[in-house]
T-cell receptor
Framework: NAGVTQTPKFQVLKTGQSMTLQCAQD?????MYWYRQDPGMGLRLIYYSASEGTTDKGEVPNGYNVSRLNKREFSLRLESAAPSQTSVYFCASRNSAGQGSTDTQYFGPGTRLTVL | RKEVEQDPGPFNVPEGATVAFNCTYS??????FFWYRQDCRKEPKLLMS???SGNEDGRFTAQLNRASQYISLLIRDSKLSDSATYLCAVTPNTGGFKTIFGAGTRLFVKA
């Protein structure tokens, strides 16, 4: 049981390049999330997927797209990377899809992205 | 005003000390509350959920004050290994599936 896995762990891009961050969970969780974490800003939600087949914008969705490929996988795509997207990206999953769920989130190890 | 606010610290305490962190939230309809621990360059991990009646897990005690809209974390008998960033998290009742995280409080425990 690996929990939440993310690839790659590190990435350096040039401005304008595109890439996809991969996330998978093996806990049969319904909900999955993408966050970015910047110094002093905490975790900010980019996109989330309450259940397979649905995705919704979070707090900072501009410049990103997501795909909930199946129940296990949730990818994050940067179509044209910008220096402002330099950050640490965390994927997370949670079991319950209900509103106001008390279930905790489990995080992947993160992807450290630098855009030059 | 941010939805969830924490004192960024750092808090520098000697081993054995008791230290407390507070976290305020703005949405009075918030339903679920958590404390996460994040080590340097690692992912956040759940430390404990916070229940209305307060709860304790070993040296850690979490409390919720709905009237004043804050949660607290008390660490007794601090260990060097407690050095980390502590994030509070709040799930609004109207927020559906989203959890709002504070920016974290850094704790350094010194020998």
């Amino acid at each position: 049981n690996a929990g939440v896995t993310q690839t790659p762990k590190f990435q350096v891009l040039k401005t304008g390049q595109s890439m996809t961050l991969q996330c998978a969970q093996d806990m049969n969780h319904n909900s999955m999330y993408w966050y970015r974490q910047d110094p002093g800003m905490g975790l900010r939600l980019i996109y989330y997927s309450a259940s397979e087949g649905t995705t919704d914008k979070g707090e900072v969705p501009n410049g990103y797209n997501v795909s909930r490929l199946n129940k296990r996988e949730f990818s994050l795509r940067l179509e044209s990377a910008a220096p402002s997207q330099t950050s640490v990206y965390f994927c997370a999953s949670r079991n319950s899809a209900g509103q106001g769920s008390t279930d905790t989130q489990y995080f992947g190890p993160g992807t450290r992205l630098t855009v030059l | 005003r941010k939805e969830v606010e924490q004192d960024p610290g750092p808090f520098n305490v000697p081993e054995g000390a008791t230290v407390a962190f507070n976290c305020t939230y703005s949405n009075s309809a918030s339903q679920s509350f958590f404390w996460y621990r994040q080590d340097c360059r690692k992912e956040p991990k759940l430390l404990m959920s916070v229940y209305s009646s307060g709860n304790e897990d070993g040296r850690f005690t979490a409390q919720l004050n709905r009237a004043s809209q804050y949660i607290s974390l008390l660490i007794r008998d601090s260990k060097l290994s407690d050095s980390a960033t502590y994030l509070c998290a709040v799930t609004p009742n109207t927020g559906g599936f989203k959890t709002i995280f504070g920016a974290g409080t850094r704790l350094f425990v010194k020998a």
